[in-house]
């Protein structure tokens, strides 16, 4: 099953620690944004790759571009029409990855 | 030393291969872009992998965003302020790593 839309206080204890990290919400549909910076393109693709990894063992993956050495990065779920834990997972996961937590 | 901006016949000489692979060049800059799909994450991400050694092998890196099995592309070469050389050697070599060239 998936997981459903986070609403209401739920979503704002799930989101409080992200939102505290530098992600933010996107303004024209529920999805949380953030841009990462590395130190060069190896180090973002590298983390790009760890982050591809575990968006297959979730089924669950980013909407991304990247540019050189910056990555930014948008996580919804399609399925459930905004933002859910699999989302709140992945950006911790991001985060992780990215040394940031 | 980089390459120089392409223009006039050595550019249409150049991209015509491209053009007719169906690249097309951006309206609001310099640049070649392409839409790039594959079976799924998995695949257009091996993909983007095989690319990303290309690009750090020619110091020269696409901008590019995915979604899940999609990847759109753009490429222009910054220092030159437009299309090079660099710029149709990455092109060739994403058609040739997608099995289409």
Request: proline share 3%.
């Amino acid at each position: 099953m998936r997981p459903a839309k986070l609403e209401g206080e739920p979503r704002a204890a799930a989101l409080a620690s992200l939102l505290a990290a530098g992600w933010t919400e996107a303004e024209d549909r529920d999805a949380l944004i953030k841009r990462f910076v590395f130190r060069d393109f190896s180090e973002a693709f590298g983390w790009m790759t760890r982050v591809a990894m575990v968006a297959e063992t979730l089924d669950h993956h980013p909407e991304w571009s990247n540019v050189h050495r910056a990555v930014e990065v948008e996580l919804t779920t399609h399925d459930a029409g905004g933002v859910t834990g699999l989302d709140v997972e992945m950006a911790a996961a991001m985060d992780r990855l990215a040394g940031l937590a």
